[in-house]
């Protein structure tokens, strides 16, 4: 009879934190006393790495990039499927073969060199060249291409994290990786999860944001060119956001691109979708019928703007 009167006992909060594919991490979620995932968790993280990582050099992207033949675990055929889909629907916004041109201009552990013509590794940039991979089947890239899933990784990874929480029973939760967010119910205050957007600023300064949303069962991603940028001889910043279609750093007065989706892979891609569309990002966004976006805008005053979808108030919090 105790056992029975006991069956749904009092949940607490746990948080687990760490560093994560070139970031952070930080994951709540609501259990019983006692119960704690983060070895599950970190087995997630540590597998996503091995397969996904530029900076690991025999994962499986790593030797793809080499140009080796490899057996594809099943996530990262998943991902360049999904990949291959998003560029479909971004009208090629979105293209994770821009690898090549990322790096000649000193990104994702690329030198930028003046001797290097951009406009000829064009002809290795172009999602339709590659082959829908099959999950565990072998599987290679064109010949000169390269891949570079930054993208869209870390939204993908927060999608299986709660995945994994909801397949063990998990209600409410907050994942959180690398910025993308996916949350699900209210926190132990019994209150919708609350996520900060950052003001952009080269410098983070905690607790100082730009608005606050709340969030249940949907994600959110935000991409911006405020942090990711180094400066040329000329002290032109050249900014991160390459354009798949012209090779170069778009220049843009979109400063940030924020965007809420139902899972946090399409909102990974689709924030950085529209950072390289700029002006014409709404219109982007309005191929999406359950994404709203909020954008920061830097006005000719230097002044900051905000632009936002008709359903993007819905989730400011009160």
């Not at 590659?130 to 390269?146: I, N």
């Not at 993908?156 to 949350?183: F, N, P, S």
């Not at 905690?206 to 942090?227: E, H």
């Not at 309005?286 to 909020?294: I, T």
Request: a negative charge; one cysteine or more.
């Amino acid at each position: 009879m105790l056992t029975s009167c006991n069956s749904n006992p009092a949940l607490v909060q746990v948080t687990n934190q760490g560093p994560a594919q070139g970031s952070t991490y930080s994951i709540s979620y609501l259990v019983p006393q006692g119960v704690d995932y983060r070895e599950g968790i970190d087995s997630i993280l540590k597998s996503i790495d091995q397969q996904m990582s530029l900076w690991i050099d025999e994962s499986e992207i790593s030797r793809l990039n080499k140009g080796d033949s490899i057996r594809i675990s099943a996530a990262f055929a998943r991902v360049i499927r999904l990949s291959k889909l998003y560029t479909d629907l971004t009208f090629g916004q979105f293209d994770i073969t821009i690898a090549p041109v990322i790096k000649a201009w000193g990104f994702s552990g690329g030198a930028y060199s003046e001797d290097v013509n951009v406009d000829s590794l064009l002809q290795y940039v172009g999602s339709a060249n590659l082959v829908l991979p099959e999950a565990d089947s072998m599987y290679a890239l064109p010949e000169g291409f390269q891949v570079d899933v930054n993208a869209i990784a870390q939204g993908y990874t927060v999608d299986i994290i709660a995945d994994y929480l909801a397949v063990q029973g998990v209600k409410k939760y907050m994942v959180e990786v690398g910025g993308e967010v996916r949350c699900k119910g209210e926190n132990i205050n019994n209150i919708v999860w609350r996520i900060g957007i950052e003001k952009p600023a080269e410098e983070r300064i905690p607790g100082q944001f730009q608005t606050i949303i709340a969030l249940d069962s949907m994600s959110l991603a935000t991409s911006g060119n405020y942090r990711k940028f180094w400066v040329n001889e000329s002290g032109q910043k050249v900014v991160h956001t390459i354009s798949p279609k012209t090779g170069q750093p778009v220049i843009s007065n979109v400063l940030s691109a924020s965007i809420i989706a139902s899972n946090a892979t399409l909102a990974d891609a689709l924030a950085t979708a529209c950072m390289v569309a700029g002006p014409s990002a709404f219109q982007l966004v309005a191929q999406f019928p359950d994404a709203e976006a909020y954008f920061i805008v830097g006005n000719v005053k230097g002044e900051l703007e905000i632009q936002k979808t008709e359903g993007w108030s819905a989730y400011e919090a009160n």
